[in-house]
């Protein structure tokens, strides 16, 4: 029985408000379904678990939009508070609770079609991994999907020492009593260490970059990533393994990079990869290719694989969304090999047949008809690319009036808290129960428009202008320099605006049903 309630996890700084999408149950299913591997529809009476959700962002958008009921622990009470504060302006059923994963695993629970753990794995005691799984065991039923993502050592490996040096001044040779100054110092420190070229430094060069890497992100990210009392890395195979113990298949990543071998691996090295027969060694394999610092891996219970006839069949029954104007949408992709352009032949017209049609959601055989010189493998790589690179997402079944409710509900809270910080960096949408990304501007625009009625540019930058003040904030110019004279600054914005609405937001803001 653990006696410590923080059991060696960093509790004196909360963490940070960011939203995951490899955590929503319909991206998990299309990830299983580009893998071919099958699984259940997605119905109101499923039940969905997050272990850790930290601040609980994730856990509240697909608690608000996606089918199903929602559970989740964080054993950080303010992580939990936090949680459950923000799931009350949504109004959907949740259950969010604040226990350890030991007291989770002797609640009285329902059978979970997914248990999700998102960065933790890497970060708890073997004691806890433990219970994890017996957790797993006990409330999975057959055919749900486990997503665990964890650090990988493969990436890890010339890096694992700086990370003891940042732990271990942290710990032992920092004087601040702040947690934030401790962070700071030990990076300090350990740049400093590394500056005088010993040994390990000659031999790896990459270290001190790393550092430096380091100091430009959120210390409280830092804290909780890095600075707990157990910290380890896994390779592939170690996690398959430990899995196996749970009945669990690996089943495929969250990560769409992986099904973009041509701007990744050169020629050679997919033939040196497709040798190899042993489907697991082959992952493993790749991850020394890759370099992989970071896995997100699916695992279901009962894996049954589709053929590539029937894995063919659901994707072409499968409605995509474009998130993103063609005018705005990126030329250029980038790959371990480099940067390469995206085909225009084929993403032009794709995203002018949804500019065409309103942006309204699109099943990929109707988009196959539209671009009748392109194949259906054409078609779907090029969907595929424009989901990992953020522009598009695949959607769920047409959604209940109860969850359009919760759905707009907690975006009118998150529009609302853009007056008082910019901490939520997403919004939630019922059609495809995925978080949009959503900057703070965006939010402001939405919020002028959508709420307050505003229509021209010249209105929604006087608006966020009023925001800006009252927080004490200031725009940055196209240099990165601070612009306190007002005038430049409501010009800066309203360029800002007259970019957000000729890029069809508004438009596909009403396609994702975002507001009421």
């Not at 992100?217 to 896994?234: A, G, K, T, V």
């Not at 428009?449 to 006087?462: E, P, R």
């Not at 608006?463 to 240099?479: A, F, H, N, S």
């Amino acid at each position: 029985m653990t006696t410590n309630w923080t059991d060696g996890y960093q509790t004196e700084v909360n963490y940070t408000y960011g939203y995951y999408r490899d955590l929503s149950p319909n991206y998990q299913k299309f990830c299983l379904l580009l893998n071919g591997v099958d699984c259940p529809t997605s119905t109101a009476t499923q039940a969905h678990c997050e272990l850790g959700f930290g601040q609980g962002v994730s856990l509240n958008i697909h608690a608000a939009a996606s089918f199903g009921h929602f559970f989740g622990t964080d054993f950080n009470p303010a992580h939990a508070g936090h949680a459950n504060q923000v799931a009350e302006y949504s109004q959907a059923p949740h259950h969010f609770y604040d226990d350890s994963f030991e007291e989770l695993l002797n609640k009285d629970l329902p059978q979970f079609d997914s248990i999700s753990l998102h960065g933790i794995w890497s970060w708890i005691s073997h004691e806890n991994q433990g219970i994890i799984l017996k957790f797993i065991r006990k409330f999975l039923k057959p055919n749900g999907i486990v997503y665990i993502s964890y650090n990988c050592v493969t990436g890890w490996a010339a890096n694992m020492p700086i990370r003891e040096l940042f732990h271990s001044h942290f710990k032992f040779n920092s004087t601040s009593t702040n947690p934030i100054q401790k962070v700071k110092d030990s990076l300090a420190f350990s740049e400093a260490l590394l500056e005088q070229e010993p040994n390990f430094a000659k031999r790896n060069p990459n270290a001190l970059n790393k550092v430096k890497e380091l100091q430009k992100q959120n210390p409280n990210y830092l804290i909780h990533e890095y600075l707990n009392q157990d910290w380890q890395c896994f390779s592939f195979q170690q996690v398959v393994r430990i899995m196996e113990e749970a009945k669990l298949s690996y089943a495929g990543s969250t990560d769409l990079n992986t099904h973009l071998d041509n701007i990744n691996f050169s020629a050679e090295h997919q033939n040196f990869l497709n040798q190899i027969d042993h489907p697991v060694f082959k992952e493993q394999c790749r991850d020394y290719f890759a370099n992989t610092q970071f896995r997100k891996d699916l695992f279901i219970r009962g894996k049954n694989n589709l053929t590539a006839l029937q894995t063919q069949e659901q994707l072409r029954n499968t409605t995509f969304v474009l998130l993103t104007s063609p005018e705005s949408l990126p030329t250029t992709i980038n790959g371990y090999l480099g940067e390469f352009n995206l085909i225009q032949d084929i993403y032009q017209p794709l995203s002018e047949h949804f500019k065409k049609l309103d942006y309204q959601p699109i099943l990929l055989s109707d988009l196959e008809k539209a671009l009748p010189q392109h194949n259906y493998a054409q078609v779907l790589n090029a969907v595929v690319i424009l989901c990992h690179l953020g522009h598009m997402q695949p959607c769920q079944s047409e959604p209940s009036t109860e969850l359009v409710q919760y759905t707009q509900q907690l975006n009118s809270h998150i529009l609302h808290q853009a007056s008082f910080h910019a901490n939520y960096q997403v919004l939630a949408s019922p059609i495809t129960g995925i978080g949009i990304p959503t900057d703070h501007f965006s939010q402001l625009f939405y919020r002028a428009h959508f709420v307050d009625g505003l229509k021209s540019t010249k209105q929604l930058a006087h608006y966020v202008q009023d925001v800006i003040t009252q927080l004490g904030w200031l725009v940055l110019d196209e240099k990165g320099q601070s612009v306190s004279e007002l005038t430049q600054s409501i010009e800066i914005i309203q360029k800002k605006a007259e970019l957000f609405i000729n890029s069809d937001k508004l438009k596909i803001a009403r396609q994702l049903q975002l507001f009421a």
